[in-house]
């Protein structure tokens, strides 16, 4: 029998006899190119989930199983994989680190309940570390932290920590602290040394630790009983009298603050070269969450009436698909289940995002390693799994008992950036590259297939350059589409820098053949410009004449329909409109005349009137961007980004000077940035390297 089948049929025993807490569902998270995958990687092998090392510079990780992938060296869709440890069974999700990819980070962290968060041990805390951050807090998941490559030149732990305490507010506890000469961790909680031996670090050597190593940690030591004598009263008095607790009552105090998110337990090494990697697994054990151990999530009726669910066999079934996929040009859902069991041919219900109610059969549910997947009869509680057969089931769609309606929190997706027009290459039939667009947009909320109205080209938009790349790569690829697409734009918005009021009169005479009756309505509409990223503000409770004149249902629906569809298309680029307030002030009807349609007509074109005389301007997309650079190249790569109209914020160096590079850290028009990627490596001989993150709209 081959490994991988005697693997696939263990980690079915091990899933029949686990019980739920001994269950982790932890997802790996970082910046991009800070060593996720590479740490992942490790995990399955030293768990005995996979028989060798699969290193991203070779393109062979595990878990990096798409062409695109293995291509382009990063992590670009979240990966599910299990690996057996410790009696327990860690269920991992890799995620990417490249901003243009952040959706999977999101709709992932919907379904973990814990994190380990990794940072490079030169650059510390970096933008897209601070991204995930904040996903984190917003689901308030725990976190461990895994300070890698501290086998570089210029890495520092304790720097890092010193980071994680200026840019994410918390303060980090110490639980090893890699010696890296020696190929070796303190484990500052059992006061002892941990070496790695063995071919690739699988063999973990106990020592004592030796004094003078020891000294250079003590105040490590104190920190983490301290932290751990917050968590703990009985700990406390303790501690606080100078007396050493037993590793065990420490340990359980920590997991009660890492928990509760007091606590955030820092680890370092290096999982390239197989250093300190197994206390993190060992960690994930004892001091993250089991789906028990989480807070029960909050669904809603149809009536709007909340309902608690907590992770469990009882109750009708809830389950959460996080994320649709193609797999092998079939379109499957990642789910997890939180209540009951979800067994094959089962009858689904669920309430789509635009309200309606839809039933689905499940013809197949399958488990996941990462590229491969194995055939389940059922799903119980806390585990993720992919199902086959829902033709409708979108990411966020809550999939309950057909008699027990329930929608969960749904998954929140960022707008668009940056387009590209598209068309079908030579020899390509334009009807089946529609059908590959549908089931591409389906799968990845950040996309979208749309068609300009001005140009009548089609217009796919993403959240980046590479983004976009990668999504036509695959549509080569799985599909076989050719497409030519022209230079990236960027997409805007519109606002307004003063305040106006305008009216309108809509009027249309009946048709000469009696078909079309008479209509008249009359508007009064205000508008005035908010704060940058308020967003918009809608008032319809509108003064009416003749005096005592009242609004059908009907006709105040319409005329709210109307002002959003104002706002939906500005005055000077078509774009949606941001950041205004829109008052309709007064409204006159004409009996049967102001119909709904005039009464939306009216008050559209009344709002296109206003917008237009208040000083309609562009917004466009501002990036927050770090520029890592060698110093000797700083001032050259300072002056592009002043040519660029960068607002420069910070410029670091290295003050140990260990690391021969700079930090430039400012916000830039999207515009600016587009091949920015060429034009950084050509400054520096190929040695420069940025980031981005969205940051909001605004006028440049």
């Known amino acids: ?3 991988s089948s005697q693997h696939s049929r263990s980690l079915k025993h091990a899933q029949a006899a686990t019980a739920l807490n001994h269950v982790r569902n932890i997802g790996i998270a ?25 290193e991203v510079h070779d393109g062979a990780a595990h878990m990096d199983w798409m062409a695109e992938e293995q291509d382009h060296g990063i992590t670009i869709t979240a990966a599910v994989t299990k ?10 999700v890799d995620t990417p680190g490249h901003v243009d990819f952040t959706i999977e980070v999101e709709r992932s962290m919907r379904v973990l309940d814990g994190v380990v968060l990794v940072l490079d041990g030169v650059r510390g805390v970096e933008p897209q570390t601070e991204t995930v951050w904040r996903q984190r807090c917003r689901f308030g998941l725990p976190v461990l932290f895994f300070v890698n490559k501290l086998d570089r030149p210029g890495a520092d732990f304790l720097r890092v920590m010193d980071a994680i305490r200026e840019r994410l507010d918390v303060e980090p506890v110490a639980i090893t602290v890699p010696v890296v000469d020696q190929h070796a961790c303190i484990d500052l909680l059992h006061r002892r040394l941990l070496r790695f031996d063995g071919e ?39 501690v606080l009298n100078g007396g050493e607790p037993e590793p065990e009552a420490v340990l359980a105090a920590l997991r009660r603050g890492t928990l509760a998110g007091r606590i955030f337990p820092c680890f370092g090494g290096s999982a390239l070269r197989n250093l300190g990697v197994q206390p993190v697994m060992d960690a994930a054990v004892d001091l993250l969450p089991a789906p028990l151990d989480r807070p029960a999530a909050i669904a809603r009726r149809p009536d709007g009436e909340p309902e608690t669910v907590a992770i469990g066999a009882k109750g009708p079934l809830v389950a959460l698909v996080f994320k649709v996929q193609l797999w092998d040009g079939r379109r499957h859902c990642f789910t997890r289940v939180y209540r009951n069991r979800l067994k094959v041919g089962d009858t689904l219900a669920f309430q789509t995002a635009d309200g309606r109610v ?45 008699d027990h309606l329930l929608t969960l929190e749904r998954i929140e997706a960022r707008q668009p950036v940056l387009s590209l027009a598209i068309e079908p290459a030579a020899g390509t039939d334009e009807d089946k590259l529609l059908e590959v667009l549908r089931k591409v947009e389906q799968e990845d909320p950040t996309l979208r297939v749309e068609e300009d109205p001005e140009t009548s080209q089609r217009l796919l938009r993403g959240m980046g350059e590479l983004h976009l790349q990668i999504v036509l790569e695959r549509i080569e690829r799985e599909f076989g589409q050719q497409v030519r697409s022209g230079r990236p734009a960027v997409a805007v918005r519109e606002t307004i820098t003063d305040q106006a009021q305008a009216e309108q009169l809509h009027s249309r005479p009946p048709s ?20 940058r990223g308020a967003g918009n503000q809608l008032q319809c409770h509108p003064r009416l004449r003749p005096e005592g004149a009242a609004l059908s249902p009907e006709q105040q629906q319409a005329l709210e329909e109307g002002l959003t569809a104002g706002l939906a298309s500005g005055v000077s680029q078509g774009a949606a409109v941001d950041d205004v307030a829109v008052t309709l002030v007064e409204v006159e009807l004409f009996g049967q005349q102001s119909t709904p349609e005039a009464l939306q007509a009216a008050a559209t074109r009344a709002l296109a009137r206003a917008l237009s005389e208040a000083g ?22 300072l002056g592009d980004l002043q040519q660029r109209r960068a607002m420069i ?9 260990n690391d021969e590079t700079a930090t430039i850290q400012c916000e830039v028009a999207l515009e600016a940035l587009l091949g920015y990627t060429t034009e950084l490596r050509s400054l520096t001989q190929g040695r420069g390297q940025y980031s981005m993150q969205f940051e909001r709209f605004d006028v440049v």
């Open 200 to 238: 690739q670090g699988e063999q973990v050597v106990v020592e004592p630790c030796p004094a003078d190593l020891w000294e250079s940690v003590e105040e490590l030591h104190e920190a983490l009983l301290l932290a751990a004598a917050d968590a703990d009263d009985a700990l406390a008095d303790l």
């Open 512 to 531: 000469p053949d009696g078909k079309q009756s008479e209509l008249t309505a009359w508007a009064l509409v205000e508008v005035a410009p908010r704060g």
């Open 30 to 54: 970082a910046h991009v190119d800070a060593g996720k995958t590479t740490l992942t990687e490790r995990i399955l092998f030293y768990a005995g989930a996979s028989h060798k090392i699969g």
């Open 649 to 657: 914020q910070a410029t670091k160096t290295d003050p140990t000077g």
């Open 83 to 92: 690996a057996p440890w410790r009696d327990h069974l860690l269920q991992v």
């Open 358 to 402: 839809v039933k689905e059969h499940v013809a197949r549910i399958f488990d996941v390693d990462a590229g491969r997947k194995s055939k389940l009869e059922e799903a119980g509680p806390g585990q993720i799994v992919l199902l086959a057969g829902l033709r409708h089931a979108a990411t966020g769609d809550t999939l309950c008992d057909p």
């Open 616 to 637: 309609p301007v562009a917004l466009h997309p501002v990036m927050r961007v770090d520029v890592v650079v060698p110093e000797t190249n700083l001032g050259t790569v």
């Open 1 to 3: 029998m081959s490994q």
